[in-house]
């Protein structure tokens, strides 16, 4: 088998869009609450993440040319945002989002999917690795993952592993009449 991981080909981008929603769609399908992406609600996620990504920390993995995971890990712009006191971004926040884009220093994970044949390869490993030498190398000091279910001790374990520690908690609840 062929393993290759890269970064987002930003040239191909409604391609890679389209990578994306695969694996997504397949790594999620059994989550609590899953509804698959359709292609118009990835365009239109992806083109609002696309204003603000760092190219070089969203990742994909092909296995003998066939998407296998994806990692999209994003600059933390909440770091300006609260510094917009009016919570507008136009027509003064926006240029302030704009001019303070560089000065951020963290990263969220905002998602990682793997396709179910190929968690046993262990790409959310290179993942987390390439991500974390590829931020360091763009000046970020800190990450968060977010997103996790309580119940996926395979994504928790890793990042433990890595050096993460759980800060945060968010639970839903359901009521039933």
């Not at 990742?59 to 919570?87: C, D, Q, Y």
């Not at 999917?113 to 190398?137: D, N, P, Q, V």
């Not at 996926?152 to 609840?173: A, D, S, V, W």
């Amino acid at each position: 088998d062929n393993l290759v991981t890269r970064t987002i080909d930003v040239g191909n981008y409604a391609a890679e869009v389209k990578k994306i929603k695969e694996i997504y769609n397949d790594a999620w399908s059994l989550n609590w609450g899953f509804v698959p992406m359709t292609d118009d609600e990835m365009d239109h996620l992806m083109a609002d993440f696309r204003q603000i990504m760092e190219p070089e920390l969203v990742l994909i993995s092909e296995v003998n040319e066939e998407p296998a995971g994806f990692s999209l890990t994003l600059p933390n712009i909440n770091e300006i945002l609260i510094k917009i006191r009016n919570g507008r971004l136009f027509p003064m926040g926006f240029l302030k989002l704009l001019l303070h884009k560089n000065s951020v220093t963290g990263l969220r994970l905002i998602t990682l999917g793997i396709k179910k044949k190929f968690e046993h390869l262990g790409l959310g490993s290179i993942f987390y690795l390439e991500t974390i030498r590829r931020a360091m190398e763009l000046g970020y000091t800190w990450a968060e993952a977010s997103w996790i279910l309580e119940d996926n001790q395979k994504m928790i374990r890793t990042l433990t592993k890595f050096g993460g520690e759980r800060y945060k908690q968010h639970r839903i609840y359901e009521i039933q009449f």
